[in-house]
């Protein structure tokens, strides 16, 4: 019991300074290794200052010197009890070559899951378009798709302006932010217990799988895969990796076969989920460049063959990225 | 339970607690910051004028990218900066921090910016504000997902105790020990109903005053037995006020320097 708090506060302050100070450096150098002397301080200090809260708020008059020293004691409280790893300085190639694919995965399942949905989506939008071809503007809400498949390809390929001349960076800067904001929509949904990253996978599913019969039936494969590859083998399986995330948060909240509380199994897999969503970003600025740069010139202009097999290259270097990046000891050049 | 309030046991058996932010004054705080994204667009979108007198294309381009990553990134870039606030919340003295009053993490402040997303359906916020309104701790979809809740750091007004109380004798300071115990034995809710009662006492009714001042007399007798006299003659809106100067004058001449609240 204080009896007397003047000198109470008087005797305790050099000990409150003494532990701010600590945690104000603490908080500036992330990277700061304390020795096993500050650490014993450091503990003495919070123990000493939570020890002081308790004296304190019993005391009415002291509204103030409370708040203060509970914010001291839940900085320090942060600080000694935390034992996630402390966020240290990012290393760019560690990160893309290393904890991305290593992300993927771990939680490759959740990804397969996200595939079994977008396919399931083609099957239905394919198997639309292919009994009710008049179902197409009903499943494809783009005008530019609503085109005869074989009249376009006439107009692609008979064009003699380049349509995008003078719009080539724009477009890929509007498609850039266009997916990213499908992408972190289709993670965010998964807070809807997955129902609503499943509706976005579908859909997507639906379109794509509409468009390829369209094309398809109308005998126009190679200008279709011509068209899509070359953007499309990094797009698609972008929607899938953001897809994957939102499953992984709501995996976490149904936590099925996981005994621990909703909020432990966030927080397990909070950083998984910003890793996938960063890997998604990279992945759809190369498709934005591409789908502007590339995708949208045809025959005569760049032969169907020479996209395809760009295409191809593409997708066998993304799949041995997610399937083999970061599984043996890290290179010299990536070592800190 | 919707407390209104977080409370933390650490395993010492200390508790701390900080007060949670509601969503009328975080809507607040988000229109603030939309504020800012729409003068830091502006000034953007003067320098890429500049820009697209050269070249329309590259122009449009790095206005359509500079938006994208501004109106994404600004909450993230002060949150990690600024340790949970950005400069709506700065404003309004709110802070983003842990659930369970971890250090806050990047992780955590970019999935509770994403979520933005949903928690913005259909418009204003909508979800969101549903969600803070019907969760315990006020968090919506974004802060379950990430762990954080969003606190308060309010500015406490010290009342003018010097204008209030000055010039009167208070018997009961003839008493040090008897004054010591009853600041002890007093609650901060019910130093500051007492004060609270002090300080709006003009704003009764007269009949009503006497009889709370009576009420709150009966009470605080009965926390500490003064000698008669002390209490003797004096009436009770005068022994309330005598009590608050007990309480609050002590406090005040005690007074810290001033400290970071938070």
């Avoid at chain 1, 390829?212 to 109308?218: C, E, G, P, S």
């Avoid at chain 2, 504020?35 to 294309?57: K, Y």
Wanted: glycine share 6%.
């Amino acid at each position: 019991m204080i009896i007397d708090l003047q000198r109470f506060i008087a005797n305790e302050r050099p000990f409150w300074n003494e532990l701010e100070k600590l945690l104000d450096r603490i908080e500036a150098e992330p990277d700061l290794q304390m020795t096993l002397g500050q650490l014993q301080s450091f503990h003495q200090l919070y123990e000493r200052t939570a020890a002081d809260l308790a004296k304190i708020t019993t005391f009415s008059s002291e509204p103030e010197t409370r708040r203060y020293l509970e914010n001291l004691v839940a900085r320090a409280y942060g600080e000694i009890h935390e034992t996630r790893e402390k966020q240290r300085r990012i290393f760019p190639l560690q990160w893309f070559f290393q904890t991305l694919p290593q992300t993927f995965r771990r939680h490759v399942r959740a990804f397969y899951l996200s595939l079994a949905v977008t396919l399931a989506g083609c099957a239905f939008g394919g198997l639309a378009i292919a009994l009710d071809p008049d179902a197409k503007p009903v499943l494809l809400p783009f005008s530019h798709l609503l085109q005869d498949p074989r009249k376009r390809v006439a107009e692609e390929e008979n064009a003699t302006q380049n349509r995008l001349a003078g719009l080539k960076t724009s477009f890929s800067a509007e498609l850039m932010t266009h997916n990213t904001k499908v992408s972190i929509f289709t993670l965010a949904l998964g807070m809807t217990w997955g129902v609503g990253t499943a509706v976005m996978l579908f859909y997507n599913g639906v379109i794509l799988g509409a468009v390829a019969v369209d094309y398809i039936r109308a005998g126009e494969t190679k200008f279709l895969l011509g068209w899509l590859m070359p953007h499309g083998v990094i797009e698609i399986p972008a929607i899938l990796i953001a897809g994957q995330a939102g499953l992984l948060i709501a995996l976490a909240i149904i936590g099925r076969g996981n005994r621990a509380p909703m909020r432990t199994r966030l927080r397990a897999i909070s950083g998984d989920v910003v890793t996938l969503i960063f890997g998604t970003g990279l992945m759809l600025i190369w498709a934005g460049f591409i789908e502007a740069f590339l995708s949208q010139y045809h025959e005569p202009i760049i032969p169907y063959d020479a996209k395809i097999a760009f295409g191809g290259v593409e997708l066998v270097l993304l799949v041995l990225f997610y399937a083999k990046s970061g599984t043996k000891s890290p290179p010299k050049f990536l070592d800190k | 339970m919707k407390t209104g309030t977080l409370s933390i046991r650490t395993p010492e058996g200390i508790v701390f607690s900080q007060p949670l932010a509601g969503p009328v004054t975080r809507f607040l705080a988000w229109l603030i910051d939309q504020l800012c994204i729409s003068v830091a667009m502006m000034l953007v979108g003067l320098v890429l004028h500049l820009i697209q007198m050269v070249s329309w294309n590259l122009g449009s381009a790095l206005y359509v990218l500079v938006y994208f990553v501004i109106s994404i990134g600004y909450a993230i870039f002060f949150e990690w900066t600024w340790r949970g606030q950005t400069i709506g919340k700065k404003l309004f003295r709110l802070r983003v921090a842990d659930v369970e009053g971890m250090r806050l993490q990047f992780n955590q402040i970019v999935v509770r910016n994403l979520l933005r997303f949903v928690d913005a359906l259909p418009a204003f916020y909508f979800v969101g504000g549903l969600t803070c309104w019907l969760n315990s701790k006020c968090q919506r979809l974004g802060d379950i997902a990430a762990n954080t809740v969003v606190v308060r750091a309010p500015r406490i007004a010290e009342p003018d105790l010097d204008k209030l109380l000055a010039g009167k004798f208070n018997s009961l300071r003839q008493f040090p020990h008897l004054a010591a115990r009853l600041r002890q034995n007093v609650s901060p809710p019910e130093a500051d109903t007492a004060l609270q009662a002090v300080l709006r006492r003009d704003e009764f009714d007269l009949v009503a005053r006497v009889e709370l001042f009576g009420e709150l007399a009966a009470h605080f007798r009965g926390k500490v037995e003064f000698p008669p006299e002390a209490t003797d003659g004096v009436a009770d809106e005068q022994f309330i006020r005598n009590v608050v100067d007990v309480i609050y004058r002590a406090r005040a001449e005690t007074r810290m320097e001033p400290v970071a609240a938070c």
